[in-house]
């Protein structure tokens, strides 16, 4: 590439250094052409006039006009010097100096018989001068005639160098154009093209990120603002032209300490600034505020890029999977519990039958019943939660199993709370899923309605679950009085980390339920508001027992 563009540089010097002679010498033969025509002019008029005073001589020779004849005579003489004072050509000479014409030697004795006449109006003098006036003419109509002859000759010679420097010039122009224009213009298209491509491909590099792409120049202008920049914003390229406009992104309680690290930071040298990375929450156009991993740098021009990664989904994953972690930990501490406590109730139940057989008193045998009924349940209880936690696959099962189960583990603290439970189940159908998924649904619903509940006063609690089939789907309503959802827009509660309890809630129960519903059973949940409490309904897709 530098050997082409080194070969391409010198052909370029020889063809301008080329147009340049061929111009500077274009400039010498038309200046040339030009004092020539002047003293050609100059030569012709001269020769022209030689031949008219020859005759004006003879003229007022004959009327004895003295004053004119003076005048005429001094007139041929000095044009005679002046021909004979220029470069003569052979034709030329030939005519003055030599024999048949010997044009110098007539002039001059005519002039001098002009003179003597002049002087002494001698009769020989102008009898000579009268008798050569005739001939003196031809011969000087001749010299006229071979001095415009040479003259036209000259002008046709320089003009024809002139022809000869343009057709030079042109030729050299198409070598130039064809061995120096031509392969320099196409190396400018194909550098111009790479250049394009480059760019292009830069923009698509940065159009198809998934990161936030910010770039500022040093006059503080936004020059790039990407497309994944204005989804994750919500604002438009248009809308944030200067630097300024960032704040719009910036919490208000960072603002002011972000506006004096921006100006120290652009008052530094920029091209010796390491790349740097840091997180903190940054706000939409919507105010909202979400957790952002930035990178910032600055290229060899001064220009800032800025790399915002949207961190929302990598925190939710990081929480669902420590959510994940602790619930298989809960596993595993409820199998290692049930382990421990499944020997001494077994244990305690024999002894209890024991102690039946032996004691035959009333008082005795009651509290020995209650004993007895107390075992069971939490026998019962140990093996409901290990069938809950239990990672079953999926298959079609009856969705009335898993509302069971959810209501086994809820069943002691709704009689506990107060609550009464109504229940209209469709018991002939089936879904396709994981039974422990749904009963996770149901459940934290369920809990949700529990806790509402204990936030008021209401005498007459109740939880009321629907369960029907229409338009090939089953509907599950899950109904309460407890005084319903408070917030506005109401789909803000299945959002990751909302939570409205005062307690330590991860905000991920109702995020985890809708996300279980719409991926593993292909359906929705939805929340609603009724005149005296909230309405959950979950709708799936179904298929007849």
Not at 41 to 66: E, H, N
Not at 130 to 159: D, F, I, V, W
Not at 389 to 414: D, G, H
Request: contains cysteine.
């Amino acid at each position: 590439m530098e050997q082409s563009k080194f070969y391409l540089t010198k052909r370029y010097i020889v063809a301008l250094t080329l147009i340049a002679l061929l111009s500077i010498l274009a400039y010498i033969n038309m200046s040339y052409l030009i004092n020539s025509q002047s003293n050609d002019g100059k030569i012709i008029d001269a020769s022209g006039q030689q031949v008219m005073l020859s005759q004006q001589i003879a003229l007022y020779a004959i009327y004895y006009q003295t004053q004119q004849l003076e005048s005429s005579i001094e007139q041929m003489e000095t044009n005679h010097k002046f021909l004979l004072s220029l470069p003569m050509s052979k034709n030329i000479e030939r005519i003055y100096f030599k024999e048949p014409l010997n044009l110098d030697t007539k002039i001059k004795t005519y002039i001098a018989n002009a003179k003597r006449f002049r002087d002494t109006t001698d009769g020989v003098s102008l009898t000579y001068v009268l008798r050569n006036a005739e001939p003196l003419l031809q011969k000087l109509g001749e010299a006229s005639a071979l001095y415009l002859k040479e003259t036209e000759y000259r002008t046709a010679k320089l003009k024809n160098f002139e022809a000869f420097i343009c057709f030079t010039t042109l030729f050299a122009l198409l070598l130039e154009a064809l061995l120096i224009f031509r392969p320099a213009n196409a190396a400018i298209e194909r550098k111009t093209k790479e250049l394009i491509d480059e760019k292009n491909y830069s923009n698509t590099v940065i159009e198809s990120s998934s990161n936030a792409i910010i770039s500022i120049d040093t006059d503080y202008r936004i020059k790039t603002f990407n497309r994944q920049a204005e989804r994750i914003f919500g604002f438009k390229k248009e809308e944030v032209g200067h630097v300024e406009n960032l704040q719009k992104m910036i919490p208000k309680i960072y603002r002011s300490i972000h506006k004096r690290g921006l100006l120290s930071f652009f008052a530094k040298n920029l091209r010796r600034l390491k790349s740097r990375s840091f997180e903190m929450k940054l706000l939409n156009k919507k105010n909202e505020q979400f957790p952002c991993r930035i990178g910032l740098s600055a290229d060899e021009n001064g220009i800032i890029v800025i790399n915002i990664e949207n961190m929302t989904k990598e925190k939710l994953k990081n929480t669902l999977l420590h959510k994940q972690a602790k619930f298989a930990a809960l596993g595993e501490m409820i199998a290692i519990i049930a382990h421990q406590w499944r020997q001494p109730l077994s244990e305690l139940g024999l002894n209890n039958m024991y102690l039946k057989k032996k004691i035959t008193q009333k008082e005795f045998e009651d509290e020995l019943n209650k004993n007895e009924e107390i075992i069971r349940f939490m026998s019962e209880t140990i093996t409901n939660f290990e069938d809950f936690y239990k990672n079953a696959k999926s298959v079609w099962f009856n969705p009335k199993s898993a509302l069971e189960q959810a209501l086994n583990i809820t069943e002691k603290i709704l009689i506990l709370k107060g609550i009464k439970l109504f229940l209209e189940i469709c018991e002939k159908t089936k879904i396709y899923g994981q039974q422990n998924s749904l009963a996770q649904v149901i459940l934290s619903i369920i809990q949700n309605a529990i806790d509402k509940h204990g936030t008021n006063d209401n005498l007459d609690k109740w939880i009321k679950i629907t369960m029907k089939t229409e338009d090939k789907k089953l509907f599950l309503r899950i109904d309460d009085n407890a005084g319903g959802i408070r917030v506005k827009p109401i789909e803000t509660i299945f959002e990751p980390f909302y939570t409205s309890k005062k307690s330590s809630s991860t905000g991920l129960g109702l995020y985890m339920s809708k996300l279980i519903i719409n991926d593993k059973f292909g359906g929705n949940l939805s929340a609603s508001n009724t005149k005296i409490g909230a309405s959950f309904l979950i709708s799936m897709p179904y298929s007849i027992l």
